[in-house]
């Protein structure tokens, strides 16, 4: 196989139930990581203690809570990958409550090495199915770092986990979520908040009639109706108050078009 160091970033907050076999899970992968650095936002139970007893990993401990936020984890992410040891080729992010199986990062390096356009991968989370083409998982996502080194430091902004995928596509690159590589949350899993999600379309520039025609798809096929019109609420809100949107936003725009317009062209055929 090619050149297949990697760093993995673990951001993590209160995580004494967890990071332990979270670490283990990582120490147990068939290609070991050239380096692991957690980043811990001030904890308070007894995470910084746990990390002293792993003297493979690189801890980096806040003294100062971030606010809660969604803007949170890209300042815990661009702090860390700041610090990290170069050069490695790829960058891996796992939650503080991950389990991997051993491997994990193998099969995903393996689909790396066998397309030169991949930027971005993960594996599917145990409790999700895919439907047609996915993003990549926040966490469990690994990165070709030749590509992340250019575009960083990650917006500190809601939107920085599909910023990052869009900045993939925009240069050419392919993003992937694979269905026979799979790992598991300890932490019940959530999908996050419908609401802000609108927040995010709106940040990274999706045209209102997409945001639209999507929350309609939802509220006809989705369970939770009502809550699908948070998307649209979200969405509205920052419009109104004309949040500055991401460098992204133009491309977006224009790739939901085409991706639009390559929709109505396959019913047609069909």
């Known amino acids: 196989m090619a ?26 992968q068939s290609i070991p990581a050239t380096e692991i650095i957690v980043i811990d936002d001030a904890s ?69 090495e066998k397309n ?3 930027l971005i991968s993960s ?36 939107g920085w986990e599909s910023w990052v995928l869009f900045k993939a596509i925009e240069r050419g690159g392919k993003t992937a979520r694979f269905s026979t590589v799979s790992f598991d949350h300890l932490k019940p899993y959530s999908s996050g908040s419908v609401w802000t999600f609108g927040h995010s379309m709106y940040e990274l520039g999706y045209p209102f009639w997409f945001v639209l025609g999507r929350c309609a798809k939802n509220v006809v096929f989705e369970s939770h109706k009502l809550q699908q019109l948070q998307m649209l609420r979200g969405y509205v809100e920052y419009m ?23 929709f109505f062209l396959r019913l047609l055929r069909a």
Not at 4 to 18: A, L, N, S
Not at 240 to 262: N, T
């Open 3 to 28: 050149d297949m160091r990697y760093t993995v970033v673990i951001p993590c907050k209160d995580g004494e139930t967890t990071i332990e076999r979270t670490l283990q899970s990582l120490y147990a």
């Open 44 to 112: 308070k139970d007894r995470t910084p203690q746990i990390l002293k007893r792993h003297s493979k990993v690189r801890a980096i401990r806040l003294e100062h809570n971030l606010p809660r936020s969604w803007a949170r984890v890209p300042r815990l992410m661009n702090l860390a990958l700041d610090n990290m040891s170069k050069p490695v080729s790829y960058v891996m992010i796992s939650g503080d409550d991950c389990l991997f199986p051993p491997t994990y990062v193998e099969a995903l390096l393996k689909e790396f």
């Open 116 to 118: 030169p356009r991949l």
């Open 123 to 158: 594996g599917t989370h145990m409790k999700q199915k895919i439907v047609g083409e996915a993003a990549p998982h926040g966490a469990g996502r690994v990165f070709r770092y030749a590509f992340l080194s250019k575009v960083l430091p990650f917006p500190v902004t809601i």
């Open 240 to 262: 109104i108050k004309r949040k500055p949107r991401l460098d992204v936003a133009a491309f977006v725009s224009r790739y939901q078009k085409q991706r639009v317009r390559k």
